[in-house]
């Protein structure tokens, strides 16, 4: 089983930055982790993902504005949200997939590990 806690949300205005954390449990092979994101009214979205070998991946809405890492020595991924704009509020969902057959994705059933989130308000 693998727990996963968020933190780092809040409200920034329009152009600000923002740091996600996740804080991971240790000794649980995790083939893959992402970052997720669900406003209101609006289907959650897969914005960002590592794998084990370091590869990452984004969604278009992000890409060049977000940053996935993650630092195995602290078992915590992280999400560096750059240039905030309006539409990013959502709540920020933490995710990881132990199944090492399943290629790298921003697909949420992809996944099989939750966080309970984290919101993050942009203001204009």
């Known amino acids: 089983q693998v727990q996963l806690v968020e933190s780092g949300g809040g409200s920034v205005q329009a152009g600000g930055s923002l740091r996600l954390s996740c804080a991971t449990s240790k000794y649980t092979y995790k083939k893959k982790m992402g970052w997720f994101r669900q406003a209101p009214g609006k289907e959650r979205e897969g914005i960002a993902a590592i794998d084990s070998d370091g590869t990452t991946i984004y969604a278009d809405s992000v890409k060049g504005r977000f940053t996935i890492s993650q630092d195995n020595a602290k078992n915590t991924l992280y999400l560096q949200m750059n240039s905030l704009k309006p539409e990013d509020t959502a709540m920020y969902y933490c995710?990881?997939?132990?199944?090492?057959?399943?290629?790298?994705?921003?697909?949420?059933?992809?996944?099989?590990?939750w966080g309970q989130g984290t919101q993050v308000t942009v203001s204009s």
């Open positions: 995710a990881a997939d132990s199944r090492w057959w399943l290629l790298i994705s921003i697909s949420w059933d992809d996944y099989n590990y």
